[in-house]
């Protein structure tokens, strides 16, 4: 497995990581059920198969199926203190719609992940408006309520997720306050990265020493869609080369990616080790020969 280090946290956390939304929505990209048994057996599979493979960093969140993906991976990695060497790194979110009950929010996902601290405690957002971004910020705001939980000891370091990257994200970067960022990145989404400007929130993260997760690596299934569209006949297996994609972005320090099966762990963490596969995403977006 390969490892980096997440920004100004300091930790120690694999190019890849194991993502949770697929573990706790139902009929999430794919027919499932995280009640049932089959399924849910299959996630232990999956899990268990992650730490083998050294992955160390585990991202959930109370929205993911209403605690199911908390729920799944507190039993799962009850008593698990690290992989590949290095300490396990559990990240997990609380919603912008928490403020004052975000203690409540933490003790809660504290319950279901077994833990009695928590890695990373990121805003769980998709799209922010100038208005929640002020609320957010504002003295007393929920940034100054995670900083607090940061200072008790429940949580070790704060950021935020995004779908988007409109101004909020770019003030939240800028505040300070902040450890990581959690963004939308992949080779259909490349908003948050444009090298041959260069420009984009990647970079701005980077500049302030914040560590840089980013989502939807294999692109949720768009990309392969619309391959599907344009040449039904297609049999080429595009998710390697997605993958790498995300992973050859100087400025990722960790891909998540959903795995609910041993078999698409172990074949991604194989993806993760085939450096060979790696592009300069520089020469990519040159225009002139």
Not at 116 to 123: A, E, G, N, T
Not at 156 to 175: A, L, P, W
Not at 227 to 241: C, G, K, L, S
């Amino acid at each position: 497995m390969e490892y980096t280090t997440l920004g100004k946290t300091g930790a120690t956390v694999s190019r890849i990581g194991y993502g949770g939304a697929a573990a706790g929505l139902k009929n999430y990209l794919h027919t499932f059920d995280p009640t049932d048994g089959d399924d849910r057996k299959h996630l232990f599979e999956s899990i268990e198969a992650a730490l083998q493979g050294g992955i160390n960093y585990f991202d959930t969140a109370p929205g993911y199926g209403n605690g199911e993906s908390e729920e799944i991976l507190g039993s799962a990695l009850q008593g698990v203190t690290e992989s590949g060497s290095y300490p396990l790194f559990i990240a997990t979110k609380a919603n912008y719609k928490t403020r004052g009950k975000l203690r409540e929010s933490v003790e809660l996902s504290l319950t279901r992940l077994r833990r009695d601290r928590i890695q990373l405690l990121q805003i769980h957002g998709d799209s922010y408006t100038a208005e929640q971004a002020d609320n957010i910020l504002m003295d007393g705001g929920m940034a100054e309520e995670m900083l607090q939980l940061k200072q008790e000891g429940l949580v070790e370091h704060i950021g935020f997720s995004s779908e988007d990257n409109n101004d909020s994200v770019y003030r939240f970067i800028r505040s300070g306050m902040f450890d990581m960022m959690q963004i939308c990145y992949n080779f259909i989404f490349q908003h948050g990265y444009e090298p041959s400007r260069p420009f984009g929130s990647l970079l701005e993260a980077d500049k302030a020493g914040m560590g840089i997760v980013t989502m939807r690596t294999p692109t949720s299934g768009t990309f392969q869609r619309w391959i599907q569209t344009v040449n039904p006949e297609n049999t080429f297996d595009y998710t390697p080369a997605l993958i790498q994609f995300v992973l050859s972005n100087p400025y990722v320090d960790v891909a998540l990616m959903g795995m609910r099966d041993k078999s698409i762990v172990q074949k991604n963490i194989a993806i993760c080790e085939d450096k060979a596969g790696r592009i300069s995403l520089e020469a990519l977006h040159e225009r002139y020969v």
